[in-house]
């Protein structure tokens, strides 16, 4: 079984910096995608960055210039740099994985997500 388990986030003011981190523990062959989302109150859940194996990383416009996305492949946890943070940054983040499992003579590929962790940017 493979778990997401999200820490930093919490209450920072406008034009401030705050990161976040998301480990993955289990029996982890191989990832291929690491991805932060986020979920405002009442809104969408949206991509917020993207890393791709072997690829570059995509971020949304909203947070381009801003945010970075870092990955520590050797402990299979990603990051989340955030920078200039405003109000509207407000909001639930979670971290989401697409990866390869091994699990004894078993093998497969899934999906999965942390449980979210709140930021909020306030004065």
């Known amino acids: 079984q493979v778990q997401l388990v999200e820490s930093g986030g919490g209450l920072v003011q406008p034009g401030g910096s705050l990161s976040v981190s998301c480990t993955a523990s289990?029996?982890?062959?191989?990832?291929?995608?690491s991805a932060w989302y986020r979920q405002a109150s009442g809104k969408q859940r949206e991509l917020v960055a993207q890393y791709r194996y072997g690829g570059q990383t995509n971020y949304a416009d909203s947070v381009d210039g801003r945010f970075t996305f870092a990955l520590d492949n050797v402990n299979n946890t990603m990051y989340l740099h955030m920078n200039t943070l405003q109000p509207d940054d407000t909001a639930v983040y979670y971290c989401h994985t697409d990866l390869t499992w091994l699990a004894g003579s078993a093998a497969g590929r899934d999906e999965y997500w942390g449980r979210g962790i709140q930021v909020t940017v306030s004065t």
């Open positions: 289990g029996r982890i062959y191989k990832i291929w995608a």
